[in-house]
């Protein structure tokens, strides 16, 4: 399971290098059973439960970074890091260029994404944009348990800052995670699923969504999904290439569309391939309004039935004179 594979990356990584700690909210209870058992293993001093602050909890992970260990902020949802916006895009991301480069911070904020839950809008949110907006920030956003897996070993290696997106909706997903040592390069997209005639390019969640929009065309239109899974650095070329060969895209991610991930790559697109396409872009997101709790969540948030619309759309449009 997707929960399991993280585990295991950090247990692996704490065995692998002492000065890996975690530091976060409930951490030493296993929170969202990402950081269950590893107490027990390492003791308190690497698995270290904080009060309900988040500023605290990033401010020490800078800290600790820049003194020389390589910390795991787990931020619990991503919707607290609004709480400590200062610490992570104003101290972690700027720090090493404001010293000369002298500094390494190594430190990894850890934090759970997206809806689907029906948990209201303070719990169900996807601010990758404003990540991407922070020069000096990488983030990842894998979508299985392997790229999760691989991922966040790459994460905790890194001498940079390093956000590290997971879904909610993915912590019960399977599938199969070597035994052996391996790591995922950040920058290196993935095609899940080759097709010929749309691209569709899905982040996170969204990508087991595409899939399932694809099992369900299958005879009828041939879909490429491509999943980035770190969105910065971010494999343009990869994107680009199977944009050649469809003409067609489509972009689902969580995020809203106004200013959010899926404007951000459509105008990449535009900028590397406008003579390939065969069809205006289709963006699939979260609307711009605050995310509903109950029922009417899935008013705001992308589902199938969109995907499915947005690749009808590709495909049928025709140019008008």
Request: charged content about 20%.
């Amino acid at each position: 399971m997707f929960f399991q594979a993280l585990n295991e990356a950090l247990e692996e990584e704490m065995q692998r290098d002492e000065t890996v700690l975690i530091i976060g909210e409930d951490v030493q209870g296993g929170g969202l059973m990402v950081t269950g058992g590893l107490l027990q293993k390492f003791g308190p001093e690497r698995v270290m439960d904080t009060p309900l602050s988040e500023t605290a909890i990033a401010g020490a992970a800078v800290g600790a970074a820049m003194a020389g260990y390589r910390p795991i902020a787990d931020m619990m949802l991503a919707d607290f890091m609004y709480v400590c916006a200062d610490e992570i895009l104003l101290k972690a991301a700027k720090w090493r260029f404001m010293h000369g480069g002298k500094p390494n911070i190594p430190v990894v904020f850890l934090a759970n994404i997206g809806g689907y839950a029906k948990v209201g809008c303070e719990h169900s949110q996807c601010p990758e944009s404003i990540i991407l907006h922070t020069p000096g920030l990488k983030l990842a956003v894998p979508s299985t348990p392997y790229d999760g897996k691989g991922l966040l070993k790459t994460a905790i290696r890194d001498n940079n800052p390093v956000v590290f997106f997971y879904h909610k909706q993915l912590l019960p997903a399977m599938c199969d995670v070597p035994d052996k040592e391996y790591t995922i390069p950040f920058g290196v997209a993935d095609v899940k699923r080759e097709g010929g005639d749309v691209t569709v390019i899905a982040t996170s969640y969204m990508v087991q969504l595409a899939l399932e929009v694809a099992r369900e065309l299958e005879g009828s239109v041939s879909i490429e999904v491509v999943d980035p899974r770190t969105l910065e650095p971010l494999d343009i070329d990869t994107i680009i290439n199977s944009v050649r060969k469809t003409g067609r895209v489509v972009i689902v991610d969580e995020d809203t569309t106004r200013c959010g991930v899926s404007a951000e790559i459509g105008m990449q697109i535009m900028e590397k391939a406008f003579n390939s396409l065969r069809a205006p872009i289709q963006r699939i997101g979260a609307a711009n309004l605050p995310i509903a709790a109950g029922y009417m969540e899935e008013c705001i948030l992308p589902q199938p039935k969109d995907i499915v619309e947005a690749i009808e759309a590709a495909i049928g449009w025709v140019p008008t004179r």
